[in-house]
């Protein structure tokens, strides 16, 4: 898989289909992998691909280093492939803008991630070439796939407020969940907007849950669930409840998941005259 | 302040502008007597409201949030209350699952003409939350803030502050 | 600089005053509020001398803000605004605080009522603070009428607005304008022939040459605002080419399909399938019923073209038109748009069915008749040619009972309210039947009798003292059949006794009620409507003929039960506010719209270009701009709001993840203000 990968970043790199691959390269110690920015034919060899690959790369779409990098093909698991369509989606790409290194993945991470525990996009569902074997992508139930909230869900009130505050306490605000985030990619986040200052920006409790709320929020209906912003908070705050919380609901109401089927319409820039409205008075 | 003998709760209503704060107007003119525990905010449309509006509320010490509009197929601009029950469809969910009760933010549909049903709801959303207590979770949090407690009135700022990045 | 924020606070007499301690606000916004530099109190703040005062302190104190605490913005908000304009002010950094509905109305106590005040006014002064001066959109005006309903109301506007000078296009949903009053038979209190005085006017209406007529057609949809509407019109399938037909009436006479219902008739007379509705109908030229025509049904059940049936092509055949026949069974519906720059909704009521009371009959006596049924039977031009005959066996009816409040005033039946017309009517009914029949006995069964008007106390009086009524205050309890007669159980209050009576016909006085499509209207033209499901008025006294929705007026009893003199009145009245719109060239509309924020580069704005805002906008008011470098290639795309198209509603704002769109007059700075000057007492 590795040399087929290679191979096919040599090819478009020599015949200027992509200026730049970005993919996976072999990082300091076996267990680790780092993300690579392949310009030159010659050093496709850097490339890689294992188990260790867990980083979603489409982050690097967003900055504007790499960016200046020229049109790439990117190396994407089924999981990272979902944040593509959202982008095109959400006009942050254009399809012809980008080249997709589909690979097709058994599971990430060592123990195994946990977002490949109910995963079902083994193959990617976009793609340019697609590197390994094709699987077939049979769709998990909804509980299975959202049971990792289950525990959490069956809180008591007092129990859920206890635990999330003790998470936001933590919370240093370096944003490095906005910044790994593939689909944070405002330019100014809200939280820096100062006129006037929704969110406060100093790390204490008040502002960490109006920030810690906020960033969740801004991810409904949009978040893929890749756990990047988990995976990097320097305080272990597990995020990816949160988010993974909001694909729920919005699946569940809106019968949406993002970034599966180019062809549904932004779950949160639409409506449905049916749509659930149990709670209203 | 509120303590435990005396607790008054203190509500925040985001109304749209065309029916539920017209409803308000409605119960006013008609007399009809309701709970004084609300401050309310009007918005052209519930389409407008941001969710960080409701934060906002929370941080200032509300211990409960109405927000009503206009009945599915009413609303003035046609979708607005159809995208913001969307956002409401996700919003409060997510804040249960941080452990803020449900009877805390609430949501309605009053129209114009509904002076009778403003006065049922507020009167409900307000007796809900005195049930509930003052919302201490987040006068906790709100009073280890840097600048003291939430609570309290902070007038903004004369200056213009500067938007660069 | 700060601004210098002024606090006028209203007693409103003492609407205001009495519960709230109105000294006390304007003390504590003085004392305690940062940017207030002056607070006072007045006893009118609407009044002249209460705007002086506003007019004067602006330019004494140097006020750069104003607060007035009085009654709701919906009552007062423009009259402080336009009073602080002439002070050089802008009117966007006048604000009201709503403390009458708000407070002093709902609150008895004067403590909780005081402080309460208190909060509102600092919300609104903070709001204050931050509200920036907006410049009114100027908007061209399309020099054009929409009238919906082609009822007297309709027509009265039509006719107004066309004798102004201005186009006017007319849409009717039936074959035929003229409405109920085309059904009536003589009116109250005059007892003037309905048909002979509505008729001329339907006449004028087509003859007129501003006015456009479309009968047997819908509004389909409303875009658009006040002085730019975007209106499509469907011309619902005629099956008859109206340039073509002349209305010689030869195919109706041939049709076979003679046994229909006739609508316009109340179902007491029977019509054919290719019809005109009544004699006089405007246009005068027919339509076909395809639910019962033989041909449509063929072809229904064939599922082939219509025009390829072969089962009866009578009317066809008969049509003296050539070379093209007038009938044209292929006829397809035809979407028409219009831009007009003000719409007249006058849609008109709903007779309650007389199958709602099973006390009643529940519908299954054929001579239990509504009021509109009794009015085809007197009418000359009704399916017994205006002899009073019972609908079972055309017997003339010697003793009738009218029942007066069917419907009205019975929550339970869903009204609540007066319709205002019946007591008339019924007095009339009795009249008429009494002129008709001469040995006849009426009885009327009544709760109240409401004749305000002119002459009407006088008619109704007419109808007991000199025609011979018998009035008996009570409800009727039951009817049931017995023979051929109705027994009729009802309660006479007033002597405390039960009174039986065996009728030969019932007339029930049934409730006008609200179209069936009212709310689908309503939501069409995004106009507010009551717990009735009658269109609501902007203001219940002030502003009676305007809607919610600016540029749309109401006419007639699709606003609330009303009579011909009053639906007219009400119908000039629209057609005066259309014509005073339509006599600028340009209008005045409120700068509530939304902004998408530039910057200086390399920034230009923090709009990131994701088109929510473009997505959500039910107007499609957001357009992408392509920010583009000095060699012309694009450096980002990004929002901008057309502010043509922005009707304010905040969609995009609150939907913008980076809040990089702004609604001005509800900006974040100054909803952020609000918010966070909530501070309860």
């Known amino acids: 898989m590795i040399e087929a990968l290679r191979k096919k970043a040599e090819e478009l790199l020599k015949n200027k289909t992509v200026s730049v691959v970005f993919g996976y390269g072999e990082g300091s110690t076996p267990e680790r992998t780092r993300p690579v920015f392949i310009t030159k034919p010659e050093e496709v060899n850097k490339l890689t691909w294992n188990k260790y690959c867990v980083y979603n790369l489409t982050t690097y779409l967003k900055r504007q280093e790499t960016r200046k990098l020229g049109k790439p093909a990117i190396v994407v698991k089924g999981c990272d492939a979902r944040t593509l369509i959202v982008l095109m989606k959400e006009s942050q790409i254009k399809r012809e803008d980008v080249y997709i290194l589909g690979v097709s993945c058994d599971g990430v991470g060592d123990p195994l991630a946990e977002k490949c525990k109910a995963c079902d996009v083994h193959t990617p569902r976009i793609y340019d070439d697609l590197i390994g074997e094709k699987g077939e992508n049979k769709e998990l139930p909804f509980d299975e796939r959202y049971a990792e909230l289950d525990e959490y869900e069956n809180l008591s009130e007092k129990e859920k407020w206890e635990f999330w505050q003790k998470q936001f306490e933590k919370c240093i605000k370096c944003y490095a969940c906005s910044n790994i985030c593939p689909l944070c990619f405002c330019d100014r986040c809200i939280v820096e907007k100062n006129q006037p200052q929704w969110i406060d920006p100093s790390a204490h409790a008040r502002g960490n849950l109006s920030w810690n709320v906020t960033r969740a929020y801004h991810l409904a209906g949009r978040c893929i669930n890749c756990e990047e912003c988990q995976r990097v908070c320097p305080v272990d705050i597990p995020l990816n409840l949160l988010n993974k919380k909001l694909a729920k609901e919005a699946e569940k109401n809106f019968n949406y998941r993002p970034g599966y089927n180019i062809d549904d319409e932004l779950a949160m820039s639409t409506y449905n005259e049916k749509d659930n409205q149990d709670f209203v008075r | 302040m509120s303590n435990e003998t005396t607790f008054e709760p203190r509500i925040v209503a985001f109304l749209c502008n065309w029916c539920t704060y017209a409803g308000a107007d409605l119960a006013g003119t008609g007399r009809k007597q309701y709970q004084a525990n609300v401050r309310i905010i009007k918005l052209p449309c519930t389409g407008g409201i941001d969710p960080l509006f409701l934060i906002k509320a929370f941080e200032r010490g509300a211990d409960g949030i109405l927000v009503s509009g206009c009945h599915p197929g009413d609303c003035h601009y046609n979708s607005g209350n159809y995208h913001a029950r969307r956002r409401w469809n996700v919003f409060k969910p997510l804040l249960e699952f941080c452990g803020i009760n449900p009877d805390r933010i609430q949501f309605s549909w009053i129209s114009a003409a509904e002076g009778g049903k403003w006065v049922e709801t507020i009167n409900s959303v307000i007796d809900a939350v005195r049930v509930l207590g003052p919302f201490e979770g987040y006068q906790k949090i709100n009073a280890i803030g840097p600048e003291g407690p939430g609570e309290g009135f902070a007038p903004s700022s004369d200056t213009t502050g500067c938007e660069c990045k | ?681």
């Open chain 3, 1 to 681: 600089m700060g601004k210098k924020v002024g606090v006028f606070v209203c007693h409103c007499g003492t609407n205001i005053s009495a519960t709230v301690d109105v000294e006390k606000v304007a003390e504590e916004a003085k004392k305690k509020y940062p940017g207030v530099s002056y607070a006072t109190t007045y006893k009118y703040m609407c009044s002249d001398p209460g705007q002086k005062l506003l007019r004067d302190k602006i330019k004494e104190e140097g006020l750069t803000g104003v607060v007035v605490a009085a009654c709701s913005p919906k009552m007062h908000e423009r009259t402080f605004r336009n009073a602080a304009v002439k002070t050089g002010l802008n009117p966007y950094q006048v604000e009201v605080s709503n403390i009458r509905e708000q407070c002093s109305w709902v609150h008895q106590d004067k403590a909780v009522g005081t402080e309460k005040s208190i909060d509102l006014v600092r919300m609104m002064t903070e709001k204050t603070r931050k509200d920036t001066s907006l410049d009114a959109i100027k908007v061209p005006v399309t020099k054009r009428a929409l009238v919906i309903g082609g009822g007297i109301a309709g027509i009265q506007a039509a006719l107004d607005i066309a004798d102004g000078g201005n186009e006017v296009i007319l849409v009717e949903k039936d074959a035929s304008i003229g409405g109920h009053m085309a059904q009536l038979s003589e009116t109250f209190p005059t007892l003037d022939c309905s048909q002979c005085i509505l008729t001329p006017r339907m006449v004028e209406v087509a003859q007129h040459e501003n006015i456009k007529l479309y009968t047997w057609s819908q509004v389909e949809s409303v875009g658009g605002y006040i002085g730019n509407f975007d209106v499509k019109i469907r011309k619902k399938a005629r099956a008859v080419d109206l340039d073509l037909c002349t209305g010689c009436s030869s195919c109706w006479q041939v049709c076979p399909s003679k046994k229909i219902k006739s609508e316009f008739d109340t179902e007491l007379g029977n019509r054919t399938a290719i019809y005109i509705p009544f004699p006089q109908a405007i246009p005068s030229k027919p339509v076909i019923d395809k639910e019962h025509c033989l041909l449509y049904r063929d072809a229904r059940k064939k599922n082939i073209p219509p025009e390829d049936s072969k089962v009866c092509r009578k009317c066809y055949d008969v049509c003296p038109i050539a070379p093209v026949k007038a009938i044209d069974y292929a006829q397809e519906d035809e979407i028409v748009e219009v831009k007009v720059g003000a719409i007249v909704v006058a849609t008109g009521y709903k007779e309650l069915p007389n199958n709602v009371y099973g006390e009643y009959g529940k519908g299954k006596y054929q001579d239990v008749i509504t009021g509109l049924q009794f009015e085809r039977l007197a009418s000359a031009s009704g399916p017994t040619e205006g002899e009073i005959r019972r609908p079972s066996d055309g017997k003339e009816p010697e003793i009738i009972v009218f029942i007066q409040c069917v419907g009205s005033r019975d929550p339970a039946k869903g009204c609540s309210y007066c319709s205002k017309t019946c007591c008339m009517y019924t007095a009339k009914h009795a009249m008429l039947y009494k002129h008709k029949v001469h040995h006849g006995h009426a009885f009327v069964f009544y709760i109240d009798i409401r004749c305000a008007g002119k002459n009407y106390e006088e008619f109704s009086l007419r109808a007991i003292e000199e025609e011979g009524a018998t009035y008996l205050r009570g409800r009727v309890s039951r009817i049931y059949k017995k023979g051929e007669k109705l027994i009729v159980l009802g309660a006479d209050t007033l002597t405390g006794s039960q009174v039986e009576i065996e009728a030969d016909m019932v007339v029930l006085a049934s409730a006008m009620k609200a179209q069936d499509d009212a709310e689908v209207v309503a939501r069409t033209l995004s106009i507010q409507y009551d717990k009735d499901r009658f269109f609501s008025e902007l203001h219940p006294k002030l502003r009676p003929v305007e809607s919610s929705n600016a540029g749309i007026f109401l006419a007639g009893a699709c606003q609330g039960p009303k009579d011909i003199p009053e639906t007219v009145a009400q119908a000039s009245g629209a057609a005066a506010k259309v014509m005073a719109l339509l006599s600028s060239d340009e209008l005045e509309r409120e700068p509530v719209v939304a902004k998408v924020d530039r910057l200086p580069p390399p920034v230009f704005s923090t709009c990131i270009g994701c088109f929510y805002c473009q997505r959500v906008c039910p107007y499609g008011a957001i357009e992408q701009e392509d920010i583009k470098a000095r060699d012309g290639s694009v450096i980002k795309t990004v929002a901008r709001v057309n502010e043509g198209l922005c009707q304010g509603c905040g969609l995009c704002a609150a939907t913008c993840r980076s809040k990089s769109v702004e609604l001005a007059g509800f900006s974040d700075e100054q909803v952020y203000a609000e918010i966070n000057s909530v501070e309860f007492n």
